[in-house]
C-alpha cells in the first residue's frame, strides 16, 4: 500500500506542475501578442518626390525620417531607396527611413 499512495502523491505533484506550467505558457503567449500592436505593410516610396513619400508613409501609420544624399544623376527630391523595404510588415508607427536625392536639377 505504501508504494501505491507514493506513487499517487508523486502523480498529483507532477500534473499541478504540469498545469502550472501550461499556465504559465499560455499568459506568456497571450501577453506577447497583445503587446505587438498592429501590424502594417511597408508601402513603396521609392522614385516618388519627398512629399508624397512622406504622405503616404504616415497615411500607412508609419513615421519617417528623411536621410539627403548627394546624386548628380538623379533628379532632385526623388526617393533613391527606403528602408524596410516595400511590402514589409512592421507595427504601426514605426520609421522609414527614406533616401532623398539631392543635386541635379
Not at 54 to 76: C, H, K, M, W
Amino acid at each position: 500500500m505504501g508504494f501505491a499512495r507514493t506513487l499517487w502523491t508523486i502523480t498529483r505533484r507532477l500534473l499541478v506542475l504540469a498545469i502550472l506550467f501550461i499556465a504559465f505558457v499560455g499568459s506568456t503567449l497571450t501577453s506577447f501578442y497583445l503587446s505587438r500592436g498592429k501590424e502594417v505593410t511597408v508601402p513603396k516610396v521609392v522614385g516618388k518626390k519627398q512629399s508624397d513619400a512622406v504622405r503616404i508613409a504616415q497615411t500607412s501609420g508609419l513615421q519617417v525620417d528623411t536621410i539627403e544624399i548627394i546624386d548628380e544623376s538623379s533628379p532632385t527630391d526623388v526617393i533613391l531607396r527606403q528602408e524596410p523595404k516595400a511590402g514589409m510588415v512592421v507595427k504601426q508607427g514605426y520609421t522609414v527611413k527614406i533616401y532623398l536625392a539631392r543635386g541635379k536639377n
